[in-house]
C-alpha cells in the first residue's frame, strides 16, 4: 500500500517589505562567503597578520593617545598598519575571493531567472550582492582596526579621549572605504565570466600588474603610483586622517584613478546584469 | 462560472523582427491551465509576458487584476514561476536555496527554513535535500524548482514545461503534484508539449501556434467537441442491421459505421434525446448494447485544431 502523500499546506504568514528583499540577499552573500573555506582562510590568517600582531605591538608601546599616525603612519621597527602592503594584500585576496563568485555564480546556473521572476530588479539584486560583499569586507577592514582603536584608547596613559575617539570615528570612515573600493572591479569581472576561477584570479591579478607596472613607471614620474591601487588606498586613508595626499602626486589624477576604480565597473556590471535580465 | 485571473487583449510581443505572440486575447478562468504548442508557438513567451518578465509591444493584459509591467513586484509576490531550463544553483543544496528564495519573496526568515522543509516534504525529497543540488538528477531538480515556486504560496504558477527531462515515473510523480496544487484553489498554468499529460491534468486549455490562438476553452468541451457526437453499438440479425446503417447513413450525419457479425459499430452526430435513438432501433428490430457520447482525444482535439488553423 502506498504512503498517503503529504499534503499542501498554505502559508499563513506577513509579507515583508521590498527593502527587506535586499537584506535577503545580503544575508546570501554573507553566509556563502563566511561557509568557503577558502575565504575563511584569508580572513582568519589576514587577521592574525595584519591586525593581531600590529595590534598588541601598539597597545603595548607607551601612548598617550590613539593617533592618526599610529594608524598610517610608518609604525615601529619600519612597521605599519594600515599602510602596509601586507594588509593591501589582504584586502586584494579577500575581496578577489568574494567577488568572484558573486555574479557569475548565476551566469554559470543560468539562475537569473529565479531572481528576477520574484519581487527584486536589477538594482536592488546588485546592491544586495553589494551590500552583502561590503559586510564581510567590513569585518576585515573596519571591525578589528576599531576593535584595535579601542583597545588603543582604553590603555592610553594621557586624559584627551575626545582627540581619540575623533580618531576612532575616522578610522571608522578609512575602513569603511577599503571595504568598497575594492568591490566594484571584482564584481564588474564575476559579471564577465560564467569561471569563478576566471574572476578571481582575474581580479587579483590586475591589482597586482597594476601595482608592479605602477611601481616600475614611479621612478621617471611620481604619479605613476597612482596606477598601483595599494597607493590609492593608501593615499586615501592619509587624506580620510587628515595627512593630505604627498605633494609630487596629482591631486586631479588620485581623482581620476578613484573614479576609475568605482564608476565605470559599476555601470559595466549593471549593463551585464540588466543584459541577463532581459534575456531571462 | 469562475471568475477571469488572467486576461488578455490585442497582445503583441515581437523580439526584434520576430513576432513571438500576435494579436492574443484570453480569459483564462481559475484551476489548471494546459498551455499547448510546438516549440516557437509563444507559451514560455506568454508566461514571461504574465509574470512582467517581457513587456508586450501592443495589447493589455491583467493578472489577478494587475499589469504586469506596472504592478510588477506587488504581482510578483503572487505568483511563482518554474522555468523551463535548468536554473537552480548548482552550489546549493535545496533547504539553502528554498529558503533563500522564500526571503526574497517576501517571507520573514524566521518563517523560511520550517516552509523550506514542508514545501520539500511536499515535493517528494527527503533526506538528498542536505545535499548540494549539482549532484541531482533532473527530476530532482524539477521537484527543487517547483518547491522554489511555491514556498511562498503564490496563488498563481507558471509551471513551464515542468516534466521535460523525467523517467515515466517522475513524470507521474510531477503530474500528481500539480493536480495536488491544482485543488489548493490555486490558478496553475502548465506549459507543455505533452498532449497527453495536459489532457489529464488540465481543467482549461489554450493552444497556440507561432504567437497565435488557435483554440482555447475548457477541456471538456475541447474533447466533446463543440457538436454533440455519440458512438454506439447495436446488436441484432446481421441482414436487419444492414438496412438501419443504410438508414442512418441516409439520415444522419454518420462519421464511421462497421458491421462485424451481429454488431454494428456507429460513431454520428446526433442531437436528439437518447429514448428517440433507441426507439429507432427496436422500429428496426434491434438493439441498443452501447450508447455513450464520442469524446475525442485532446490529441486528435489539437491535430484537428491545427489543421482547420492552416
Known sequence: MDMMPLEYRAWLGVRTRYLTRVRAMMDGVISSSFSSKGILSIFIIGIVLVHAFPGVVLVMTPHTRLTAWMLVGEGFFGWTYLTSGVFSTFIFLLSAGITSNLISQDLRNRSFVIYFSRPLGVTEYLIGKFGGTFVVMSAFCTLPVLVNGIMIMATQTGPDYISSVRILLLTLVAGSFASLLFIPYGMMLSSLTKRKAYAGIGTFMTYFSLTLVGEFFSASDPNWKLLNPMNVLHYSFELIYGLGLPTDISPDLYVLALIILLVPTTIITGIRVKRYEGAV | ?310
Open chain 2, 1 to 310: 462560472m469562475e471568475p477571469v485571473v488572467i486576461k488578455t487583449k490585442g497582445l503583441r510581443v515581437t523580439y526584434d523582427q520576430l513576432v513571438a505572440l500576435d494579436s492574443l486575447s484570453l480569459s483564462l478562468p481559475r484551476g489548471i491551465i494546459g498551455l499547448l504548442g510546438p516549440n516557437g508557438a509563444g507559451k514560455s513567451t506568454l508566461i514571461k509576458v504574465l509574470i512582467g518578465l517581457k513587456k508586450p509591444v501592443g495589447g493589455s493584459v491583467s493578472v489577478k487584476g494587475m499589469v504586469p509591467w506596472e504592478q510588477t513586484l506587488y504581482l510578483r509576490d503572487h505568483v511563482g514561476y518554474m522555468p523551463e531550463y535548468d536554473c537552480l544553483i548548482d552550489e546549493m543544496n535545496p533547504v539553502t536555496l528554498v529558503s533563500h528564495f522564500g526571503r526574497i519573496s517576501g517571507m520573514e526568515k524566521g518563517d523560511t527554513v520550517w516552509r523550506a522543509h514542508e514545501v520539500l516534504d511536499f515535493v517528494g525529497l527527503g533526506e538528498e535535500r542536505y545535499r548540494n543540488i549539482g549532484t541531482y538528477s533532473t527530476g530532482m531538480k524539477q521537484k527543487v524548482k517547483l518547491a522554489q515556486a511555491i514556498v511562498h504560496d503564490p496563488p498563481i504558477l507558471f509551471l513551464d514545461e515542468p516534466t521535460e527531462g523525467m523517467d515515466p515515473l517522475g513524470k507521474e510523480e510531477m503530474l500528481k503534484l500539480i493536480k495536488r496544487v491544482g485543488k489548493t484553489g490555486k490558478t496553475v498554468v502548465v506549459s507543455s508539449h505533452q498532449l497527453h499529460e495536459i489532457e489529464r491534468t488540465a481543467e482549461h486549455i489554450v493552444i497556440l501556434d507561432r504567437g497565435k490562438l488557435l483554440m482555447e476553452g475548457p477541456l471538456k468541451k475541447i474533447l466533446h467537441g463543440e457538436e454533440k457526437n455519440i458512438r454506439s453499438i447495436v446488436i441484432g440479425e446481421p441482414d436487419r442491421l444492414e438496412p438501419f446503417r443504410k438508414y442512418l447513413k441516409d439520415t444522419y450525419q454518420v462519421f464511421s459505421s462497421k458491421i462485424i457479425g451481429n454488431e454494428l459499430n456507429v460513431s454520428m452526430k446526433w442531437e436528439d434525446t437518447g429514448n428517440h435513438f433507441f426507439s429507432m432501433a427496436v422500429d428496426h428490430g434491434l438493439q441498443v448494447k452501447e450508447y455513450r457520447p464520442h469524446i475525442r482525444s485532446l490529441e486528435d482535439a489539437f491535430f484537428l485544431t491545427f489543421r482547420e488553423g492552416k
